[in-house]
């Protein structure tokens, strides 16, 4: 069983930045597909960035590209959302998702992925 653990949020101000953390166990994230989604009170939940297990380019939310950007770090068994130049409707719950048999055209998707973790909020005030 993989368990995801994510960490890193907090409150900042508008235009700063925060680094979120998804560090796994139980399995190596190398091997899978991650992504961060998040969910802000009262809407759905809905997609940030993903990294595909077999590497290419990362894919980001229009709402994100320029400002977000997510890595893996294989020898922590880590990926990291890098979040610049926030904004306070990025203020949202963000959480860590991975999954083991992801395509191009499903990383968008919630439903797609396999292991999600609690979920780490972010609040960026104005």
């Known amino acids: 069983q993989v368990q995801l653990v994510e960490s890193g949020g907090g409150l900042v101000q508008e235009g700063g930045s925060l680094r979120l953390s998804c560090t796994a166990s139980?399995?190596?994230?190398?091997?899978?597909?991650v992504a961060w989604f998040r969910q802000a009170p009262g809407t759905e939940r809905e997609f940030v960035a993903a990294?595909?297990?077999?590497?290419?380019?990362?894919t980001y939310a229009d709402s994100g590209k320029g400002r977000f950007t997510i890595s893996r770090h294989n020898a922590e068994n880590t990926v990291r959302l890098q979040m610049n130049n926030l904004k306070p409707e990025d203020t949202a719950v963000y959480y860590c998702t991975a999954g083991a048999r992801l395509i191009t055209s499903t990383l968008r998707d919630a439903a797609a992925y396999d292991y999600w973790g609690q979920g780490t909020q972010v609040t960026v005030s104005s």
């Open positions: 139980g399995r190596t994230l190398s091997r899978l597909s």
């Open positions: 990294t595909k297990w077999n590497g290419g380019s990362p």
